[in-house]
């Protein structure tokens, strides 16, 4: 594929995707690198919705495929929040810190033994001929009682990632692009590239 276009601001995620594709697309390009690119108003019930508005918004803009995710953290004791609420769980135009802080409080009678959480990762490819797809990608974990590691952004050094007895922001790039729920997305999003290159 020549061009993509990846409906995010987020430079962390950037970095994230532009690896997993690397090889499958020529230029991947970001809403920063557009003027007025539209900012989509996130009131889906579910990161399907959300990913898909944001996807058609930004091919119907930009006029090249575009792709768009929405992923969160799903946390059982609090019967599935943050979900699509993760971005700005503390309000909006929350930081990164204040919604670990917000998240920590929420935790905080929540016994070790029922801190499990996952992160989950919907992707939503659309073209402007009118293709639309969705892929998605879960990691399981559980939620920590302090922040761990340096790595990562969002909820990583919160959450000790099932299996390997660190956090998410513990883990290299290398290691976060092999099990994170980005990474499970985007292995069945190269997949269908791979299909239609």
Do not use: W
Not at 36 to 46: Q, S
């Amino acid at each position: 594929m020549k061009q993509l276009v990846v409906a995010t601001r987020n430079k962390g995620k950037m970095v994230e995707i532009t690896a997993l594709l690397a090889g499958l697309v020529d230029q991947v390009s970001s809403a920063a690198d557009f003027v007025d690119f539209p900012e989509t108003v996130e009131d889906g019930a579910t990161f399907e919705e959300n990913a898909l508005k944001k996807a058609r918004e930004a091919s119907a803009f930009s006029g090249f495929p575009a792709l768009a995710d929405d992923s969160g953290l799903v946390v059982d004791a609090l019967n599935g929040r943050p979900g699509v609420f993760s971005a700005r769980f503390a309000g909006e135009g929350a930081d990164d810190a204040a919604n670990n802080t917000r998240l920590l409080d929420e935790c905080r009678s929540v016994p070790d033994a029922d801190r499990q959480a996952a992160f989950v990762c919907v992707l939503a490819f659309v073209t402007p001929e009118g293709v639309e797809r969705l892929f998605s990608g879960r990691v399981a974990g559980r939620i920590l009682a302090a922040p761990r590691g340096e790595g990562g952004f969002g909820y990583d050094p919160l959450f000790l990632v099932d299996g390997f007895g660190r956090s998410m922001a513990e883990l290299t790039l290398t290691e976060k692009n092999s099990v994170s729920h980005r990474a499970r997305a985007f292995k069945a999003f190269r997949t269908y590239l791979e299909t239609i290159a």
